[in-house]
């Protein structure tokens, strides 16, 4: 007996002495809101983390006795360090309220808030932490620096375009299945209610709510509890995309009924942009509405929209931009004392989505959502009939035509019309239109006997009307501390019509259903009519001409993800697989189509399979390796499948699945001083379509030598491979110091085949291989670095600057006049005197010259009781630099050797690259009131 009590007390001795505590306890912010997803380390190298839920708490099990650091770092608030002591035998240390101080200054460092692309949460947002999303945090400084400093410079990080991008609310993905690229206006002008996102990861990094692709999955989480409680209204003044934008926002918070409410509103406006004749005027509403049923449920039905009406801006030739400057626009001109602009884009596609959040247990939560997309894109633009190009920069309306065919009477008669501004030379002549409508030929419509004048010129619009069904469930479940698993399941149904539509018939009647680059046989029945049905009708205002179609397509996709954490070791693992189907169904009958584009296409199905894995290990808790690594396929978009929709069911031969294979290696380093990351990343995808569509001579058809076509590139290889480097560095309390540098080299690595598609000419024509190897990849500059200085003062201030270095900026080549075709004088044999050494210096890419630009910016916050008024500034390209190019590509107009080096030669080509020039000097000044 006395042995038995011997060994009793030593037991519980040595379990006193012993036993590991818990450490837990709950973040307060501003008017004691709950801080969720905020990082909480234990220990001075912060090698334990935890991520606070919903209600603030957070929580650290199996603490031995000691003294410990905690530390607790949130954007917005100042970093706030503890020391606790857990003694022998204490299991359970309550550390209560833990309130942190409001610092606005540390918001993102102020700037974010002055962008217009900055475009929040519960208990699952411990799922979060992970050290796969370590490169996740607004804290990185290459992320951040390269999205708010280079991106206002059209550059992209890893070279990659936003076709590859996946942004998702509440599970819903927002890309458009025509070109897989999201429609940001969609929620443009809702920055207050998605600035952060409850997901960011970037890149190659693993989501826990997608597969990914390689610009990384963007989720927002529009619940109405995430948002902050109050109310908030902001007032922009710029020179951007708007002149005025007002924004109001109010948040309820959860009510005692269990009723939460979010509303915003925006409106963003300007009478005419840097560019002359653009101008934007945009509206943008979201609700939010959230209803708790229990501890168990919840219900939230969101809705938001945006709709828009926005002006376009000419590309134009270097010719052009020395004789009217770099603000030029050949889209509009003046009718009845106003400025009319022929490309108008109106687009308003709301979404409505109705979601269901389900607690499975304290381990497992589901949340599923249904959504409808529905509305309208429209995009106007001048068409014509039997007359003449009406765009006042058309090669033969400008000096150098003339000057080529060595007329100077009329050269020196051009070059005054356009120094001096001749605005019926110079500008769209609306007049000359309705005049040239008033003496158009009379035209009988063969259905109702009608006579009228037929139009020669007339304003279309192009119409898109998708209606969009998604549902997409996530599953979420924790097998232990260290042992996480994720599951997606999406399906999505599209309807999509697509047609032209009259808009202005310019004074005139109607308009003739009928193409005059096609050369029928002069019948009613020729193949230049549109809708064959109908051959010869005529379309009055509002109705339909040229093309009527539908897209029809279907997609299921499934997603698991692991996260295991061992040790020093995190490791996820991501599988994917996916399956759709598309069809194409045509209500016009086109004349050179007769057979081929009325009724429903074969239908085109793809498989796709996909892993990812992504390793951290932890040298210490300042120290990382992370190595992220993928392969995974990428089905065509509904533009890569039918690549001539508008005119027949024809699917691109030899479509398949794009194959991309992606890896980066990373270094990072966070200490209280300096945070640091160098990252390498090497990236190839193979099968990929490029296509483009313009006007060519010289493209030897069965029908015409001169044709608008669809280039289409097929089994395309392109590599990406280069370096980041970003460097955060305080150099006192208040001044910190921080630069990046991209180093990218992105080309072309193989030749592959080219296909072309007329408007004029039936078929499908293989013109062979075209020679694009080693040909620079386009769209952004190649490298890229910035250094900046801030400093945060202490009364809530702050101001920064930043330098700017853009490199490697090329302009896009046409694929056709890389093929075989451009070297041949006929079928048989090449143009006399050819020589490698001519051709590759007459198809030589242009590169653009270097640019250094400045950024600054200031901002002011000031607390009085609950009300918080906020106050910044920033200027961007404060030297004006305008020899910027942001975009560029090759005519392809002459698409043989002959007619490209006559052109090359001359002082001002008649066919240049066209171009896009950054708008310079820009300014943003942002007030907003919280309380």
Do not use: C
């Amino acid at each position: 007996m006395m042995k038995f009590k011997l060994l009793y007390w030593a037991l519980f001795v040595n379990q006193v002495l012993f036993a590991q505590s818990m450490i837990y306890g709950y973040l307060k912010g501003e008017q004691d809101k709950p801080l969720d997803q905020t990082v909480v380390s234990l220990g001075e190298e912060g090698t334990i983390q935890s991520v606070s839920d919903r209600v603030g708490y957070f929580q650290f099990k199996d603490v031995a006795a000691g003294t410990y650091l905690i530390i607790i770092n949130r954007v917005g608030y100042v970093p706030m360090t503890l020391t606790i002591k857990v003694s022998p035998g204490e299991l359970k240390k309550d550390l209560g309220n833990i309130k942190l101080e409001y610092n606005p200054s540390q918001e993102d460092e102020g700037i974010i808030t002055l962008t217009e692309d900055d475009f929040s949460s519960d208990d699952e947002s411990s799922l979060l932490q992970s050290g796969i999303s370590l490169l996740q945090s607004s804290q990185d400084v290459f992320s951040k620096t390269a999205s708010f400093e280079l991106g206002s410079y059209w550059f992209k990080v890893r070279g990659i375009d936003n076709s590859y991008a996946n942004i998702m609310f509440n599970g819903i993905p927002m890309s458009k299945n025509r070109t897989g690229k999201p429609d940001f206006g969609n929620w443009g002008g809702l920055n207050n209610v998605v600035r952060y996102p409850y997901e960011l990861a970037e890149n190659n990094n693993i989501s826990n709510y997608s597969f990914s692709n390689l610009g990384g999955t963007t989720y927002y989480d529009t619940r109405s509890s995430s948002y902050r409680k109050g109310f908030q209204f902001t007032y922009s003044f710029s020179n951007r995309t708007y002149q005025h934008r007002v924004m109001t926002t109010y948040s309820s918070g959860m009510l005692p009924s269990g009723w939460a409410f979010t509303f915003s509103g925006s409106r963003r406006w300007m009478e005419e942009g840097v560019i002359d004749g653009t101008y934007n005027d945009s509206y943008a509403y979201f609700t939010s509405i959230e209803k708790k049923i229990n501890d168990k449920h919840k219900l939230n039905l969101t809705t938001f929209g945006s709709p828009a009406r926005r002006t376009g801006m000419s590309p134009n030739t270097q010719e052009v931009y020395d004789l009217r400057g770099k603000n030029y626009n050949s889209y509009w001109g003046w009718q009845d004392r106003e400025k009319r602009n022929e490309r108008v884009k109106r687009i308003f596609e709301p979404i409505v989505m109705f979601t269901h959040y389900w607690n499975l247990s304290d381990q497992s939560k589901v949340t599923t959502t249904a959504s409808y997309q529905f509305g309208y894109n429209k995009s106007s633009r001048l068409n014509r009939y039997e007359a003449d190009s009406p765009s006042p920069t058309y090669y033969k309306n400008l000096p150098s035509y003339w000057l080529s065919q060595g007329n100077l009477s009329e050269y020196e008669h051009s070059l005054h019309a356009w120094e001096n501004n001749d605005l019926a030379i110079t500008q769209l002549n609306w007049d000359q239109l309705y005049k040239a409508n008033n003496h158009a030929p009379t035209y009988q419509d063969p259905y109702s006997g009608q006579l009228g004048r037929r139009a020669s010129y007339f304003l279309v619009d192009d119409i898109i009307k998708d209606k969009t069904f998604n549902a997409a469930t996530h599953l979420q479940t924790f097998l232990n501390d260290n042992w996480k698993l994720f599951f997606n399941i999406n399906y999505q149904n599209l309807v999509s019509n697509n047609y032209r539509e009259v808009n202005d018939l310019l004074g005139a009647d109607f308009a003739v259903n009928k193409s005059s680059f096609i050369k029928g046989d002069g019948s009613i029945s020729s193949a230049n009519d549109y809708n064959y049905l109908k051959p010869g009708s005529v379309a009055r205002k509002g109705d339909k001409t040229e093309y009527d179609y539908q897209l029809f397509r279907q997609e299921f996709t499934g997603n698991a993800t692991s996260r295991l954490t061992v040790n020093r070791w995190e490791v996820a693992v991501s599988f994917l697989f996916g399956w759709n189907e598309a069809y194409r169904d045509g209500k016009f009958k086109h004349g050179l189509y007769p057979n081929n584009s009325y009724g429903r296409s074969d239908k085109a199905n793809f498989i796709e399979l996909g892993l990812r894995t992504g390793i951290i290990y932890k040298i210490n808790g300042r120290n990382f390796m992370i190595l992220n690594s993928a392969y995974f396929e990428s089905s065509p978009t509904l533009d890569e499948i039918f690549v001539n929709s508008r005119l027949n069911n024809d699917i691109i031969p030899t479509l398949s699945n794009q194959r991309i294979n992606t890896n980066d290696l990373t270094y990072v380093v966070k200490s209280p001083v300096m945070k640091a990351r160098i990252t390498g990343y090497y990236t190839k995808i193979k099968n990929a379509v490029e296509i483009s569509r313009y006007y060519a001579k010289g493209v030897s058809l069965e029908e015409s030598q001169d044709a608008f076509v669809s280039e289409v590139l097929t089994g395309t290889e392109k590599e990406f491979l280069g370096g980041e480097l970003g460097l955060d560095w305080k150099l006192t309390p208040s001044i910190t110091l921080s630069g990046i540098a991209s180093l990218g080299q992105y080309s072309y690595k193989n030749n592959p085949n080219l296909y072309i598609l007329s408007d004029n000419s039936p078929g499908i024509h293989d013109y062979g291989s075209s020679y694009m190897k080693n040909y620079k990849i386009t769209g952004t500059p190649q490298k890229a670095y910035t250094v900046a200085i801030r400093y945060y003062s202490p009364q809530y201030w702050w101001a920064g600057i930043s330098s700017n270095f853009l490199q490697d900026i090329y302009s896009n080549v046409s694929s056709l006049s890389r093929t075989q075709n451009f070297i041949m004088k006929d079928d048989a044999f090449p143009y006399e005197d050819i020589t490698p050494k001519n051709v590759k210096s007459v198809l030589k890419q242009k590169q653009f010259q270097d640019v250094f630009m400045v950024n600054a910016n200031i901002g002011k916050s000031i607390k009085v009781g609950k009300y918080i008024l906020s106050l910044n500034a920033s200027i961007n390209n404060i030297l004006n630099e305008r020899g910027y190019v942001t975009g560029s590509f090759e005519q392809g107009r002459n698409s043989n050797y002959e007619q490209l080096e006559n052109d090359k030669s001359l002082a001002y080509p008649l066919f240049d690259n066209m171009l896009f020039y950054d708008r310079g000097r820009s300014y943003f000044i942002n007030v907003s009131l919280k309380f």
